[in-house]
């Protein structure tokens, strides 16, 4: 029986409604491929002639000797990466930012004109070399892709229709040559991203009739758009090549299908090797298994590169039956592995039991003969510890009453000599205060006499001159 993701309750249909819209924008990609392309190298030049111009530079002035984290302040939001104090993305001397500048005043002055000419600001720079940047145009574009999955793509043929797209949407000098307002959030180009994520993304490589025909109505419109793309060679081409793909009549190169099962492989190659939930993985697993399948059946079609439309049906329902050949195979394999997993669980089940179960005992024993001993050395230290404790206090008693003793007589042979010393003291002052007090007497009185004998000559003398003195 099939997995219920590929079940054969689900038409064959729906899987080949998602090979088409990948085909439609694998065309679509095609279309607008040269368009961007002429854009983005004129911008280059642009570039490299305004800097020399506006610096004094000699025309033709280029730059290959900085890298891309020199002319990045670090840190910068969502692309240095500090752990401990090191930044992942300037990670060493040589990748240093350079505050001075490119010395030949190129290279920082060409990422200023990447991040004016970014609609949100925001160049992916973690895609691009900037070496490279004054000779291979196509690093300049990758600043205006997603900021994952594509610093390894060197031109525009390598790169898919999400990355030339986001291009379009990012760089602000294409809203010129587009009629519809790229700011705003379902413009035809955003429309067109979507049915890009729609097959890149979708869980069971399956799609609806009314899906298919909405998606390649969003890529026709795109490619309409009445500006430039509307009398654009290639963008026409591609239409055309959707008009006859919806209408199964286009005759399908081989290395188209490859080209769409191989984009979505290493979209689901990336998905399993950062997806944490083990279901989600397993499914992304089988995705990957059926696109292989898928592969091969195209390739089985004898040596002709060319395929038509029933040819395709064919090789999708010979891919389809391997899987759910190859998937009933795989369930039986499972189910044998599970039954004799069962089985081994059982008899490991009641070997752990009877392993338990000795185990128990000889644990019980075990704890009952440390308990004994615990007790019984339990018993023995206090009784030790009880006699120290005594030892130790008849120890403390006798120390403290000798250190009484000797307290006491050092106390009361320090208060006899600090006595005598006091009243020894005492006695010489009392003596000295004595003898001053005599010494100030004497002097009272022999002023006293000076003071009687002065009075008494003064009194005869004024009786003498014959004046009266009246007491």
């Given at each position: 029986?099939?997995?219920?993701?590929?079940?054969?309750?689900?038409?064959g249909?729906?899987?080949?409604?998602?090979?088409?819209?990948?085909?439609?924008?694998?065309?679509?990609?095609?279309?607008?491929?040269?368009?961007?392309?002429?854009?983005?190298e004129?911008?280059q030049?642009?570039?490299?002639?305004?800097?020399?111009?506006?610096?004094?530079?000699?025309?033709?002035?280029?730059?290959?000797?900085?890298?891309?984290?020199?002319?990045?302040?670090?840190?910068?939001?969502?692309?240095?990466?500090?752990?401990?104090?090191?930044?992942?993305?300037?990670?060493?001397?040589?990748?240093q930012?350079?505050?001075?500048?490119?010395?030949?005043?190129?290279?920082?002055?060409?990422?200023?004109?990447?991040?004016n000419?970014?609609?949100?600001?925001?160049?992916?720079?973690?895609?691009t070399?900037?070496?490279?940047?004054?000779?291979?145009?196509?690093?300049?574009?990758?600043?205006?892709?997603?900021?994952?999955?594509?610093?390894?793509?060197?031109?525009?043929?390598?790169?898919?229709?999400?990355?030339?797209?986001?291009?379009?949407?990012?760089?602000?000098?294409?809203?010129?040559?587009?009629?519809?307002?790229?700011?705003?959030?379902?413009?035809?180009?955003?429309q067109?991203?979507?049915?890009?994520?729609?097959?890149?993304?979708?869980?069971?490589?399956?799609?609806?009739?009314?899906?298919?025909?909405?998606y390649?109505?969003?890529?026709?419109?795109?490619?309409?758009?009445?500006?430039?793309?509307?009398?654009?060679?290639?963008?026409?081409?591609?239409?055309?090549?959707?008009?006859?793909?919806?209408?199964?009549?286009?005759?399908?190169?081989?290395?188209?299908?490859?080209?769409?099962?191989?984009?979505?492989?290493?979209?689901?190659?990336?998905?399993?090797?950062?997806?944490?939930?083990?279901?989600?993985?397993?499914?992304?697993?089988?995705?990957?298994?059926?696109?292989?399948?898928?592969?091969?059946?195209?390739?089985?079609?004898?040596?002709?590169?060319?395929?038509?439309?029933?040819?395709?049906?064919?090789?999708?329902?010979?891919a389809?039956?391997?899987?759910?050949?190859?998937?009933?195979?795989?369930?039986?394999?499972?189910?044998?592995?599970?039954?004799?997993?069962?089985?081994?669980?059982?008899?490991?089940?009641?070997?752990?039991?009877?392993?338990?179960?000795?185990?128990?005992?000889t644990?019980?024993?075990?704890?009952?003969?440390?308990?004994?001993?615990?007790?019984?050395?339990?018993?023995?230290?206090?009784?030790?510890?009880?006699k120290q404790?005594?030892?130790?206090?008849?120890?403390?008693?006798?120390?403290?009453?000798?250190?009484?003793?000797?307290?006491?007589?050092?106390?009361?042979?320090?208060?006899?000599?600090?006595?005598?010393?006091?009243?020894?003291?005492?006695?010489?002052?009392?003596?000295?205060?004595?003898?001053?007090?005599?010494?100030?007497?004497?002097?009272?009185?022999?002023?006293?006499e000076?003071?009687?004998?002065?009075?008494?000559?003064?009194?005869?003398?004024?009786?003498?001159?014959?004046?009266?003195?009246f007491?």
């Open positions: 029986m099939a997995t219920p993701m590929y079940s054969s309750k689900l038409s249909s729906k899987f080949k409604n998602w090979i088409k819209a990948g085909l439609g924008v694998l065309y679509t990609k095609e279309g607008i491929e040269p368009f961007v392309c002429d854009e983005i004129q911008f030049q642009k570039c490299l002639n305004d800097i020399c111009i506006n610096n004094g530079l000699p025309a033709g002035t280029t730059c290959s000797g900085c890298c891309t984290e020199n002319v990045i302040v670090c840190p910068t939001n969502r692309i240095c990466n500090a752990k401990r104090g090191k930044c992942s993305f300037h990670r060493n001397s040589a990748t930012y350079l505050p001075s500048g490119c010395p030949n005043k190129i290279c920082h002055n060409f990422k200023n004109e990447i991040q000419a970014h609609r949100f600001c925001g160049p992916s720079y973690k895609n070399d900037a070496s490279q940047w004054c000779s291979n145009a196509w690093e300049v574009a990758k600043c205006f892709m997603p900021p994952d999955g594509y610093k390894d793509v060197t031109n525009a043929a390598k790169t898919d229709f999400n990355g030339i797209n986001s291009v379009i949407i990012n760089f602000k000098a294409f809203q010129s040559k587009v009629k519809d307002d790229l700011s705003k959030k379902f413009n035809i180009f955003e067109g991203r979507e049915v890009g994520r729609a097959v890149r993304h979708s869980p069971q490589l399956e799609m609806e009739d009314t899906d298919l025909h909405k390649f109505t969003d890529l026709q419109n795109l490619l309409s758009d009445p500006t430039y793309l509307s009398a654009n060679t290639d963008a026409q081409n591609a239409k055309t090549k959707l008009l006859q793909l919806q209408n199964d009549t286009l005759i399908i190169g081989k290395d188209d299908i490859r080209n769409v099962l191989d984009d979505v492989a290493k979209a689901v190659q990336d998905k399993i090797r950062t997806e944490i939930d083990e279901q989600k993985k397993e499914a992304e697993k089988t995705k990957l298994e059926l696109i292989s399948i898928t592969n091969a059946s195209v390739k089985r079609i004898e040596s002709q590169e060319i395929l038509s439309i029933s040819q395709l049906d064919k090789a999708l329902d010979s389809i039956n391997d899987l759910e050949k190859h998937t009933k195979a795989s369930l039986k394999k499972v189910q044998s592995e599970a039954d004799i997993a069962k089985k081994q669980i059982g008899e490991c089940a009641d070997k752990g039991v009877s392993k338990l179960n000795v185990e128990a005992d644990g019980v024993k075990q704890i009952e003969i440390s308990a004994d001993k615990g007790v019984s050395k339990l018993k023995v230290e206090a009784d030790t510890g009880v404790i005594e030892i130790s206090a008849d120890k403390g008693v006798s120390k403290l009453k000798v250190e009484a003793d000797t307290g006491v007589k050092q106390i009361e042979k320090q208060i006899e000599i600090s006595a005598d010393k006091g009243v020894s003291k005492l006695k010489v002052e009392a003596e000295a205060g004595a003898t001053k007090i005599s010494a100030k007497a004497d002097e009272a009185l022999k002023k006293i000076e003071s009687t004998t002065a009075n008494k000559e003064d009194k005869y003398n004024k009786l003498k001159e014959g004046k009266c003195i007491v």
